[in-house]
């Protein structure tokens, strides 16, 4: 038995990026959605995930009335440094492809989609427990268990599980596929205490592994180095960590590594992860529950992003037809961009990590792949129009 009973239009389990942006677009849309997550807002307030937005990212966040904050406070990067051999090369966004990306974190992003939602008066339920999601197929209801112990149901016309990569949702897609890839490494992140390095991201290839510059703020600054998945966080000491990155940067063209303290620490075990189709009856899959890429190339939050521009278009067409089976073309929409983001993540991954049995022609081939792409227009422009993302449609 439910201690309450809401009904809406459409239920949405997870209010990440996914869920949050999605309960806008609706909202914009004229759709009534209600939104529950097990999490905390001050916790997913507080996590350090992604944080680089595609050119077109910023556009949704400005152009649907989420906020502007992006442009006064975040960083437009016109290129990146794709760093080998001791050497950095720019790739010049601009210049190539005449678009940028956005240095913002994902916990800003997250702060003004749930000031949008609080702003238009929307329904997020946050820090709730032993979410429920049954009727999936022709009345679905969502159950949870709220702070105060009471148990709250939902029933929509539709769910939509934006509820990350452990997702609950995704088992409920009877019959769907499953595509994936495991990779021997993980990344070792860490934010720092420290000035920036450099003023865009740099991208470093060396003997020792992959290292990965990035930025926050005029004082705090986060860096990965690519380490093994079993490696705990724990026994890294911050003597210990800038040796490995110092040891990566390393070279001959007078780029200097500013150390700091090491306020954070974490091991990001990655892999690439498909599931078709994203739709099953009344259940719709978004953002990281549907897929997962490797960090490398900054596609996860920009997908979760792009999918429910999608699925929100498709919801609004569906309602309006009063026909459910209009949201079919979601899955094939959705999909042509995540397979090219695979695709990218998956290229930019294998291009720059060393496996540990790489042979020494790998290694050679690697340096071939990395010299012919800087030193090629064509090459440098794939990577510009990926990595900026491909236009939203
Ligand atoms: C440590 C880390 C670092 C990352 N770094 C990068 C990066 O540098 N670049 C990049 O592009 N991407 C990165 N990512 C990936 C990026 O953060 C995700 O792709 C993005 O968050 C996807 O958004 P989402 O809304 O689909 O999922 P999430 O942000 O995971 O949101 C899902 C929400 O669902 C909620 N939820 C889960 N289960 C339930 C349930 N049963 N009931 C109710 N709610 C539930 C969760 O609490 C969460 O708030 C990183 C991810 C991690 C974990």
């Known amino acids: 038995m439910s201690d309450t009973v809401t009904r809406t239009q459409v239920a949405i389990v997870g209010g990440g990026p996914a869920g949050l942006m999605l309960s806008h677009l609706l909202h914009v849309a004229g759709i009534e959605s209600v939104v529950v997550d097990n999490r905390t807002v001050e916790q997913i307030e507080t996590t350090h995930r992604a944080g680089i937005l595609e050119r077109d990212s910023v556009r949704l966040l400005v152009d649907t009335g989420v906020s502007d904050r992006v442009l006064r406070d975040g960083h437009e990067h016109e290129g990146i440094a794709l760093r080998f051999d001791g050497v950095s090369h720019r790739i010049d966004f601009q210049k190539l492809?005449?678009?940028?990306?956005?240095?913002?974190?994902?916990?800003e992003v997250f702060i003004d989609l749930h000031r949008a939602r609080t702003r238009d008066g929307g329904d997020l339920r946050y820090g709730i427990t032993d979410t429920e999601v049954t009727g999936v197929l022709d009345a679905p209801v969502v159950e949870y268990t709220a702070a105060d112990g009471t148990r709250n149901q939902i029933t929509a016309d539709l769910v939509v599980g934006a509820d990350g990569s452990r997702s609950i949702c995704r088992p409920l897609v009877a019959n769907a596929r499953?595509?994936?890839r495991e990779y021997p490494f993980a990344w070792f992140g860490v934010m720092v205490q420290a000035p920036p390095s450099a003023p865009e991201l740099i991208y470093n290839?060396?003997?020792?592994?992959?290292?990965?510059?990035?930025?926050?703020?005029?004082?705090?600054?986060?860096?990965?180095?690519?380490?093994?998945?079993?490696?705990?966080?724990?026994?890294?000491?911050?003597?210990?960590?800038?040796?490995?990155?110092?040891?990566r940067l390393a070279g001959h063209d007078g780029f200097r590594l500013i150390d700091g303290s090491v306020l954070e620490r974490t091991v990001l075990p990655f892999r690439s992860f498909v599931q078709a189709p994203m739709r099953h009856g009344r259940l719709l899959l978004a953002g990281d529950a549907?897929?997962?890429?490797p960090p490398t190339g900054a596609k996860g939050l920009n997908l979760a992003l792009a999918d429910v521009r999608v699925l929100a278009e498709e919801i609004e067409r569906a309602v309006?037809?009063?026909?459910?089976?209009?949201?079919?073309t979601y899955t094939e929409r959705a999909l042509s961009r995540v397979w090219k983001a695979q695709h990218f993540s998956y290229w930019m991954t294998t291009m720059l990590h060393n496996a540990s049995d790489v042979s020494e022609f790998d290694d050679q081939r690697q340096l071939g792949e990395l010299n012919s792409l800087v030193s090629s227009e064509a090459g440098s422009t794939y990577l510009a129009e990926g990595y900026t993302g491909w236009p939203h449609h």
């Open 205 to 247: 290839r060396s003997p020792q592994g992959f290292a990965l510059i990035s930025q926050r703020t005029d004082t705090v600054q986060r860096m990965y180095f690519q380490c093994d998945p079993t490696e705990d966080p724990a026994e890294w000491s911050d003597d210990r960590i800038w040796e490995q990155l110092h040891a």
């Open 97 to 107: 492809v005449g678009a940028s990306c956005w240095l913002y974190p994902q916990t």
């Open 320 to 328: 309006g037809k009063g026909d459910d089976d209009a949201l079919d």
């Open 178 to 180: 499953q595509y994936f």
């Open 290 to 293: 549907g897929h997962t890429v």
